[in-house]
């Protein structure tokens, strides 16, 4: 190929790339719907307000159907499995706050004062009742110093994890970036952006030494129905729920239910978590997600898609490589080098 | 004589009995060869696992055992690698003057520029040999590729679409296959130029073109070639080869190894003793 060529399609795709990264950092900002972290802000490098938006994103839920275990009617693998396989996302928020999923990051300034409660998407936390986190009150107290350091960290661990581009964890992981379900024989698989989650659907398969702690956890699921259950352990707990501080320690356990709606749109997910450590009793997160099907519902954060070049009559929805790490110079400005 | 009074009894067995009698032969026959050579059987194409299309199925974790990694040019032992002979078709790689002078710089400063010691994703060829298992994953549209070491995952597609019109420079590459007969041919670009293909420093530039074939040898081993091109570095095109293993040891499982989060990972999650 002629080298000016190149050298023109080069400089094209970096700026591709530049607009795209300057973009999914404006989408970041206005998910949350207030004024960046300082955590954001301390490592934004140039100007980015005039990068113009990639597309509408859905609205967010501000409630979601409530979905009941049973009998999955809808289309199986050869294998038996429900076909839920595809590209999915949350629906009601991000990570930026748990139990007041649209409320914004605690402790952030607004650009306008919220509402009442019960015009925003209800607590994450399903059990209890109340919403809260039944946490013993050392870790109260940690989680509270998290989330003042969070915007003036004077310790590392007041960084969020997923700032660094560590792995989000269980659940994090399904509500940051939209994700990958890929299905086989044996084996329920999560791709996401920072990371990759391995379901072995083989309950006679013993879990890894309990020494050998994970970001992901180690997993074991049968499905019932339209439910998949999930046993995870050896899970190190260092992801954090979000930039609310909440977490478990590595000697959390968690019973998951990935509760699918029998048109295949959507399902819920409802983990059981249970750590003596951090809490008084066990409690229950409730994560809604839908399934992304067009290519032209791109957002540049809940689904990151195209449609595959052939030459066939059928539409093929196809995702780039999920890279994080690499390209982190503070929520993704400036690729690292060296 | 003993043969005789054989060939008597022969001429006298009813043509019933002479026909169980050969087959019973045969099955004996047959049962001393399988056991004198068992791996008779591996070279039987029909006995490699399918996917329900017909196509071979490469899932499953494999490995190489060879010391690819370290070097992949024939090489002395030395305090940070086994020696090798390396797995370069011809011996060496046949560098441009340029790109040679960068490829011993490289080798200077292995201890600290290897990618890879910041747990960065390790590209395409070198995810392949890396000395840590990877699992296939295998549809009829596609082969997820997933690696023990790093975060990132590669998509290999088999449903004959194209390389994207815009693409961008992957840390992964573009991959599209096609069968040929039961071998797998994968086409490989736009690549970046931030990896390297082995620990030792040979590297690309983001002209890289990867042509790799992938092919059963038997139903446990992977017989994998690689045709490596980039007019940015290399003279002309060269050719790699490795024998891939598949774990077979009981409940064998990938093990997350997501290294670039070591430095900071103690800070997490709090502890009660903790500030």
Request: charged share 25%.
């Amino acid at each position: 190929m002629n080298s000016n060529l190149r050298k023109r399609q080069r400089a094209f795709s970096t700026l591709i790339l530049g607009a795209l990264i300057s973009a999914s950092l404006v989408s970041v900002a206005a998910d949350e719907n207030v004024t960046p972290s300082a955590q954001e802000k301390k490592s934004v490098t140039k100007p980015v307000e005039t990068a113009p938006p990639t597309q509408t994103r859905r609205p967010r839920e501000k409630s979601f159907p409530k979905i009941a275990s049973g009998k999955w009617t809808g289309p199986r693998l050869a294998d038996g499995q429900p076909d839920v396989s595809g590209f999915w996302s949350n629906t009601i928020g991000n990570h930026g706050n748990l139990t007041d999923p649209q409320g914004g990051v605690i402790g952030e300034a607004r650009r306008t004062p919220l509402g009442p409660r019960e015009q925003r998407a209800p607590s994450r936390v399903s059990d209890p009742a109340d919403g809260q986190f039944p946490f013993q009150p050392w870790a109260l107290a940690k989680v509270k110093d998290f989330q003042v350091g969070f915007h003036n960290p004077t310790y590392p661990g007041h960084v969020e994890p997923n700032a660094r581009c560590a792995p989000g964890g269980v659940p994090k992981s399904l509500y940051w970036h939209g994700y990958d379900i890929l299905q086989y024989p044996g084996y329920v698989v999560f791709v996401f952006d920072n990371g990759s989650r391995i379901i072995h659907l083989d309950e006679k398969k013993p879990h890894l030494p309990e020494k050998l702690k994970l970001w992901n956890g180690d997993s074991r699921g049968h499905w019932e129905g339209n439910t998949l259950v999930v046993d995870v352990k050896n899970h190190n707990g260092k992801a954090l729920f979000g930039r609310s501080g909440e977490f478990i320690s590595e000697n959390g356990t968690i019973q998951e239910k990935y509760i699918f709606a029998n048109d295949g749109a959507r399902y819920n997910y409802e983990g059981t978590f249970t750590d003596p450590t951090v809490y008084t009793r066990p409690f229950t997160i409730t994560i809604p997600a839908i399934k992304y099907t067009k290519a032209e519902e791109t957002d540049g954060w809940n689904l990151e898609a195209r449609w595959a070049k052939h030459t066939g009559k059928t539409q093929i929805l196809e995702h780039d490589e999920r890279i994080c790490h690499e390209n982190n110079g503070g929520f993704g400005l400036g690729s690292a080098q060296k | 004589m003993n043969t005789l009074r054989l060939n008597t009894l022969q001429r006298y067995r009813p043509a019933k009995f002479k026909k169980v009698g050969s087959a019973l032969l045969l099955l004996l026959a047959v049962f001393t060869f399988s056991l004198v050579a068992p791996s008779a059987d591996a070279h039987d194409n029909k006995k490699i696992p399918r996917l329900a299309n017909g196509k071979p199925d490469f899932s499953g974790i494999w490995q190489t055992t060879s010391a690819a990694d370290y070097d992949l040019e024939p090489h002395s032992n030395r305090k940070d690698a086994p020696p090798g002979p390396g797995i370069v078709e011809g011996g060496e790689i046949p560098y441009l003057p340029k790109a040679l002078v960068q490829r011993k710089k490289n080798f200077e400063n292995r201890a600290t520029d290897d990618p890879a010691l910041k747990g960065y994703t390790l590209g395409v060829p070198r995810a392949v040999y890396y000395p840590e298992p990877f699992q296939i994953f295998q549809r009829a549209r596609d082969l997820t590729v997933v690696p023990q070491f790093g975060h990132s995952v590669r998509t290999i597609h088999t449903n004959n679409t194209e390389h994207p019109e815009d693409p961008n420079d992957w840390w992964l590459g573009d991959s599209r296959a096609k069968w040929e007969g039961d071998t797998l041919v994968v086409d490989a670009k736009h690549f970046n130029d931030k990896t390297w293909l082995d620990r030792s420093g040979n590297f690309h530039s983001d002209a890289l073109q990867v042509v790799e074939r992938w092919k059963f040898l038997d139903p446990n081993t992977i017989e994998y070639k690689a045709t490596l091109t980039d007019e940015q570095v290399f003279s002309k095109p060269w050719n790699i080869s490795v024998i891939l293993h598949r774990h077979r040891e009981k409940n064998f499982q990938l093990i997350e190894d997501y290294r670039y989060t070591l430095d900071y990972d103690q800070y997490y999650p709090p502890k009660p003793d903790q500030k």
